[in-house]
């Protein structure tokens, strides 16, 4: 997410910081190439007009010429920029005091909205609430049974019917029925088209009028770039949206959309679609995404997702392994499982204040159940006490575990290496280990 970016911002900004002193024209020489850098990201070239205007407004301000750290100064006011551009704070989406709150989600087709809508349902589930699908998208059959499938997979109704053919009248269908089951979040899933058309726009109208939502949705591709601004525009100008959700992050390396569509538009980004798995909807934190772009990281990002996984007993019984110096291969097997769990390992390093400026990062998960295959590949004793295992014992567990004696020997070293990290850990006074740390 934003890797092609964001590398090229950081060569700009190193430039900036290796100079004691700020000149006018350095700092013009410098926003001309952010310039270029946000037009190749495919940012809206209003949007980049306007931005490097801004920068430009307080950049060259007396106060920061003369900085101690002029670098550092333009770098802060391009991150408040950028936050600004992006939104300025996480914005929810807005429940009704008198339930159900109906949730219309708008898009074309293959923007990624049927499995957003199920993803969405499953957030609010996890909240406590009980929400309903509607598979209101009578175009495409599959799409019924697509969302019948996932909402079966989190545990979530679907109202559906194959006899109805008319969308509106399915919605208002539906509302009927979750207020008889006491559903107080339904999400309409509506047809989407390869492009936009009349009768898509006169149909989402009607349904919009009909069922009047509490607030429209719409799902737009990151991928697509300037498309998905303009989709959005001509969307929020025909129907009227409240607020985006970006799908395919993940696969966007540059962020055009991101950094254009909310001002283009008005509307702010409410989650981002990180991945395909039906947990990877996030929200969408302006000033954590800016830090991202710059390269600064993200760690309330990375901590959130660790407490997920890690809850505070298993992060006691572990300090108290640590402490015992105890930790044996079960335990390493066990932390590296949780860590898996937080989404792809090339999302969690790139959350890391710094990461993105080493080099040789190996973010290959294929390693992890390598090794998670060598530990089990292990006896009971091996594992509580690798101190035992010699040549034959590491030979039996290559062949056991479908990989080399090299291979057995790197797991064994890096186990070794933690432990000592931990003895370390143990030495320092008042040690407690975060839960959110993965070992």
């Known amino acids: 997410m934003f890797e092609t970016l964001s590398n090229k911002l950081e060569s700009i900004f190193k430039k900036l910081k290796g100079k004691g002193l700020l000149k006018e024209e350095d700092i013009d020489s410098a926003l001309k190439e952010i310039r270029l850098v946000l037009l190749e990201a495919d940012v809206n070239f209003k949007v980049v007009k306007d931005f ?9 301000g007396k106060e920061i010429l003369e900085s101690l750290t002029p670098g550092q100064q333009v770098i802060k006011i391009v991150n408040e920029e950028l936050c600004e551009l992006l939104g300025k704070s996480n914005s929810r989406i807005q429940l009704s005091p008198n339930p159900p709150t109906i949730i219309m989600m708008v898009g074309l087709h293959g923007s990624g909205k049927t499995t957003t809508a199920a ?14 699908l509607v598979a209101a998208d009578l175009q495409r059959p599959a799409a019924i049974d697509q969302l019948v499938t996932l909402g079966s997979q989190i545990d979530v109704p679907v109202y559906h019917s194959k006899q109805l053919k008319d969308p509106v009248t399915l919605c ?21 088209r390869l492009h936009i058309d009349d009768s898509l726009m006169t149909e989402l109208r009607k349904i919009k009028e ?3 939502p509490k607030e429209v949705i719409f799902v737009a591709d990151a991928m697509t770039g300037q498309d998905a601004v303009n989709i959005s525009r001509n969307f929020n100008e025909q129907i009227g949206i409240d607020g985006i959700i970006l799908t395919k992050m993940d696969g966007d390396a540059r962020g055009g959309a991101a950094l254009s569509i909310r001002a283009i538009t008005g509307k702010p980004i409410k989650f981002i679609g990180v991945g395909e798995k039906i947990d990877m909807l996030e929200p969408f934190h302006p000033e954590r995404i800016a830090s991202r772009i710059l390269g600064m990281g993200d760690v309330l990002s990375l901590i959130e997702h660790a407490q997920k996984s890690f809850d505070q007993k298993e992060a006691e019984q572990l300090q108290k392994a640590i402490m015992d110096e105890s930790f044996t291969f079960d335990d390493l097997k066990d932390q590296l499982k949780k860590l898996r769990t937080m989404g792809p390992l090339e999302n969690i390093l790139s959350m890391i204040p710094g990461v993105n400026k080493m080099k040789n990062i190996d973010v290959d998960e294929k390693e992890l159940i390598k090794i998670e295959a060598i530990i089990n590949s292990m006896t009971k004793k091996e594992r509580r006490n690798h101190a035992i295992i010699n040549g034959s014992r590491r030979r039996r567990i290559a062949m056991g575990s479908g990989t080399t004696v090299p291979d057995v020997n790197r797991v064994v070293k890096q186990y070794v290496e933690i432990k000592k990290m931990l003895k370390m850990f143990k030495g320092k006074k008042g040690f407690k280990l975060p839960k959110f740390l993965p070992f």
């Open 52 to 60: 490097i205007l801004k920068i430009k407004e307080k950049a060259i």
């Open 119 to 132: 993803k969405l349902a499953r957030i609010f589930k996890k909240e406590g609430r009980r929400p309903m």
């Open 172 to 192: 208002e269908e539906s509302l009927k029925h979750a207020r008889i089951e006491a559903r107080d979040i339904v999400i309409l899933d509506t047809a989407g």
């Open 210 to 212: 009909r069922v009047p």
